[in-house]
């Protein structure tokens, strides 16, 4: 997830495209320059086993809608109702001329990522009351921006549309103690969606190896810190830890849910973990909100630690 910037839907009326498919999922919009086309039952099938696997590990049930599109270089939760997702993600070079494409179990792996985020927000509804209101925003939010696809919408009424999808753009973005919620939650958001997403593809730098973009480190060696600070392989030192961005603050935590001594040995230790991680990230996430305070890099200490407590 990234804090989506402010999206005004130019979409035509297209056609309501609805595949019943798994509880999780309830429909699927699969979109070509704008315009509904019909849905890669390879890709939906993949998207819902993945969905359904999730879903099995009883953390906290999910009902979104997924958008898919045919080429991006990000996929989104929307902290509403909507996971868009690209078939293919490609990302181009620092000169624009090239782009280089994931493999498809890349897509799919950061898919898990986004659904993670569908389920952590659940966590954050639990922790945080006051997030009830930021949740209806964002719910109002997701139904304005999947409405083209599910009704046929005249060009005043999409315009329309677009105006009321602003307006509640602008009432979280005005409003401090919303945006205190967002800010703090971020971190914990990203690290919790990471840990879905390597577990259920048992590999520990799933995310890492997936948004890799081979063309980058050639002409900025300084952002390879983007992709390695996501495997959960490698050793984020929490002594020098430096990096804060809401994808990397957790790093050192990402190390040691990879230690050797803490990495599931199969899918009920899976499932113990990412109770654990829940539990835990809730409790120091509720904590801080109610002092006020910041997320900040020796908040993994504490982490660490009582993550450290269910290892072997
Ligand atoms: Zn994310």
Not at 135 to 150: C, D, G, T, W
Request: with cysteine; proline share 4%; charged share 20%.
């Amino acid at each position: 997830m990234l804090l989506k910037t402010l999206k005004i839907m130019t979409l035509s009326a297209a056609l309501l495209l609805t595949l019943q498919v798994h509880a999780g999922v309830s429909n699927f919009f699969t979109l070509q320059g704008g315009q509904a086309v019909a849905n890669d039952p390879d890709f939906t099938g993949s998207i819902s086993d993945i969905s359904n696997r999730i879903d099995e590990l009883g953390l906290a049930p999910v009902s979104i809608d997924v958008i898919i599109i045919p080429e991006d270089s990000n996929a989104s939760f929307d902290s509403g109702n909507n996971i868009q997702i690209s078939r293919s993600m490609c990302f181009p070079n620092h000169m624009g001329t090239m782009t280089s494409c994931k493999y498809a179990h890349d897509v799919l792996n950061v898919y898990a990522h986004e659904y993670g985020h569908a389920v952590f927000d659940k966590y954050i509804s639990a922790a945080i009351p006051e997030y009830a209101e930021v949740k209806r925003i964002y719910n109002q939010m997701s139904a304005l921006e999947v409405k083209p696809y599910k009704t046929q919408m005249t060009p005043q009424q999409i315009a329309a549309n677009s105006q009321e999808y602003k307006a509640l753009y602008e009432s979280l973005k005005n409003n401090k103690e919303h945006l205190r919620i967002i800010g703090l939650t971020m971190a914990y958001h990203e690290v919790f969606a990471d840990t879905i997403a390597v577990f259920l593809a048992n590999s520990k730098n799933a995310i890492s190896e997936a948004l890799y973009n081979p063309s980058i480190p050639a002409y900025n060696t300084s952002l390879s810190v983007m992709w390695e600070g996501r495997d959960f392989g490698q050793k984020h030192d929490i002594e020098t830890w430096q990096h804060d961005n809401a994808h990397l603050l957790f790093s050192p935590l990402r190390s040691q849910i990879g230690a050797e001594e803490c990495w599931p040995t199969d899918r009920q230790d899976q499932i113990k973990k990412l109770k654990h991680l829940g539990a835990i990230l809730s409790e120091q996430m509720k904590k801080k909100y109610a002092e006020r305070k910041r997320t900040e890099i020796a908040d993994n200490r504490e982490l660490m630690e009582k993550y450290k407590t269910i290892c072997k």
